[in-house]
């Protein structure tokens, strides 16, 4: 749950950072992006003040929920991962013990001499 609301987040910061990053026009400003002039909507400076903080507040939104992410999934790794890895002992510990509590009931097989491994195929010349 925590997981979608993170991206969900991460999702609408990014498209309103791209949204306040093209409306920052360096010949420009929020007032005359909307047909007025530059000093109707915040005042001479006031429209590059409130565009600057709003990105570098949405900025920080998104790379503080894209840092939890991260974090959260590398933490789902590490415990499917311990997880596994305490499947894979106890099954090789299970399979250990009875490997050596039944005996194999196979014969052994005997090395066969030079003489019976000779084949219809002519040595190599030296």
């Known amino acids: 749950m925590t997981v979608n609301i993170l991206l969900v987040v991460l999702f609408i910061s990014a498209i309103v950072i791209s949204i306040l990053v093209l409306l920052q026009n360096k010949g420009g400003d929020m007032g005359s992006a909307f047909g007025g002039g530059s000093n109707t909507l915040f005042g001479a400076r006031g429209s590059a003040d409130f565009l ?71 040595a190599v010349p030296e």
Do not use: H, M
Not at 69 to 85: E, F, H, M, T
């Open 52 to 122: 600057s903080r709003a990105t570098s507040i949405t900025a920080t939104i998104f790379f503080l929920s894209a840092l939890a992410l991260a974090y959260i999934y590398a933490n789902q790794g590490r415990q499917s991962s311990d997880s596994v890895i305490q499947a894979t002992e106890t099954s090789e510990s299970s399979v250990t013990t009875e490997e050596t509590s039944t005996e194999t009931e196979i014969p052994a097989v005997e090395a066969e001499t030079e003489a019976e491994t000779q084949t219809d195929v002519p």
